[in-house]
């Protein structure tokens, strides 16, 4: 892949639940949780950052954040409550990537893809970027690795000697750490 060339890495927040979804005797799927942030990253192939930026959804379906998700992604329900509804985030982010020419657009493992096609399901509606080829990051990192069994991101970014930087499950801080791998993949 021509290392000038430019990806977007997406990292998604949703809604969830430590055990049961709220109101229902069962776990979640794609279809229960919905976007809560778009964490999104324009970089070059070698890893270079072109442009980042974290759009924050306030979720319709359950609107109000279990304090597990708080815990867990660091959105709180005043972020969410003065966010864009889904329709509205997703102009914004074909706004924003207008200006780029995106050879494709890739997560770490496939639930963002999955996530972003529940959505699509439940709106009609998906950000422009899904109509381009995505890449599974993390299987990507993953050839040739002896102890790739855990790919885990903490352990990729160890794995390079790298540290994690920002915040854990935070899509923005996640996206960004993904992008300090893209020099060790071969795509």
């Known amino acids: 892949m021509d290392p000038q060339k ?23 799927t794609v279809d229960d949780m919905e976007i809560i942030e ?8 070698d890893g270079t950052v072109v442009d980042s930026r974290s759009f924050i959804v306030r979720p ?16 709180t329900q005043n972020d969410v409550d003065s966010a864009p509804v889904y329709q ?18 890739g997560s770490w493992g496939n639930y963002d893809k ?18 381009r080829p995505h890449i599974n990051i993390k299987q990507q990192w993953r050839q040739g690795k002896v102890s790739s069994r855990n790919a885990g ?7 390079h000697g790298f540290s994690f930087e920002g915040t854990h499950h935070r899509g923005i801080d996640d996206a960004l750490n993904i992008a300090r791998l893209l020099p060790f993949i071969e795509f």
Do not use: M
């Open 153 to 159: 991101l903490d352990n990729a970014l160890q794995y």
């Open 114 to 131: 999955n996530q972003i096609n529940a959505e699509f399901r439940r709106h009609g509606l998906a950000p422009e970027f899904l109509s």
């Open 38 to 45: 778009f964490g999104c990253v324009v970089a070059k192939f």
């Open 88 to 105: 509205n985030v997703v102009s914004e982010i074909n706004q924003w990537l207008e200006s780029y020419n995106l050879s494709a657009w």
């Open 6 to 28: 430019l990806i977007l890495i997406v990292d998604l927040e949703a809604t969830c639940w430590e055990g049961n979804v709220e109101g229902l005797e069962r776990k979640q």
């Open 60 to 75: 319709q379906l359950h609107s109000k954040l279990s304090q597990f998700c708080t815990q867990l992604t660091s959105i």
